[in-house]
DNA sequence: GAGCGTCTTGGACAGTTGCCCAAGACGTTA
DNA sequence: TAACGTCTTGGGCAACTGTCCAAGACGCTC
């Protein structure tokens, strides 16, 4: 019954969630077209109806999608790391690793403010945070530092503001950091 | 020569930048359109190309106007506190009054993103966020706070990342962060 | 009153958008 | 071979976009 179209038809759906993740980082969430989409996976403009009931729709699978990949892969990161020293090290590499102008900053800062907009998003999105968050509180209690709760929420906090500052201004030094957060988990 | 035309039309355009404020954050940078803000504002649609040469002319000034006075009043609240604790309670009922949904916090996420795309915007934007960096850090030094200038980053941050995740867990526990925060300032 | 400068009006224009759909392509089944 | 299921094509449509502009309104000067 045909299954081989239905193989090419999935990997056809993939090429249009891949091409649409760097398109929300370079133009923006609203100014992503259906048309735009479709030339940079290399299909006829129909397409993306055939595989996505509308283009939002597209746009949510695709971000869900990237911010759920680069989480996990990044908590599995830290998790392998023993130490605060080392893991906190870990983490503002990450930081370093975007320039607040990246296709990956950018696109997890459209997803939040398109998540504000559509309930939805807003949902699954706030899930994947609360998930990464957690871990992130357990891997500091594991690791022995102070008020592991509050500390993650701040820490998780930082880590998106200092990506979006990075986009102001590039020369921010992320090294000189690492002394106050480290400063903030220690007990007393 | 028609002065009470000119003082009329001062009005009219500083009422389109008023109305183009919420409208940049309810509906996003690049769903804002002329007639919407011309609407909003109680005027014909051409209005804003008479006041404006393109409607991105009208979101940057409408959206660096509004970061300047927003930056410029809380830096001024936080220069007339004297301690770190106080100044620390004010940053936080700072974020508490945003919740990362309403227009204000919307507006500044939307300004940081489209200023990634647009080089003026991008300059006016990062003066600004330059500038309260430095007040902050300043304030931090004559409060005794440890490593003013990376705790001003980290800080400065920290308020701009908290906003975006309370738009998604409005239940953050924003009193419980005071302690990490003040362990951060304090010396050894 | 006439003339002038400034601002305002409402519609025109070409271009772009999301979404839809008839027609066709292609492997699979009978 | 013929019929079928799935995916793909390319163009059509109404709605909306930024920008422009001729015409008019309003207050002011002479």
Known sequence: ?????????EATRR????AAVPLIGEAGWHAVTTRMVAQRAGVA???VHYHFASVTDLL??????FTRGMLDRFAR???ERPGLDAGLGRLLAEVSRHDGADPASLLVA???LAASRIPRLRDELAELVADFRRGLAG???ENGAADPEAAATVLGAAVDGLILHRGLD?????????RPLRSMLRKE
């Open 1 to 9: 019954m045909g299954e081989a179209a239905a193989i090419r038809g």
């Open 15 to 18: 090429r249009l969630l891949e």
């Open 45 to 47: 403009p129909g397409v």
């Open 60 to 65: 949510i699978a695709a971000s869900v999608g």
């Open 77 to 79: 990161e830290l998790a």
């Open 110 to 112: 459209e997803t939040y």
């Open 139 to 141: 891997w500091l209690a």
């Open 170 to 178: 590039p020369r921010l030094d992320l090294a000189a950091l690492a």
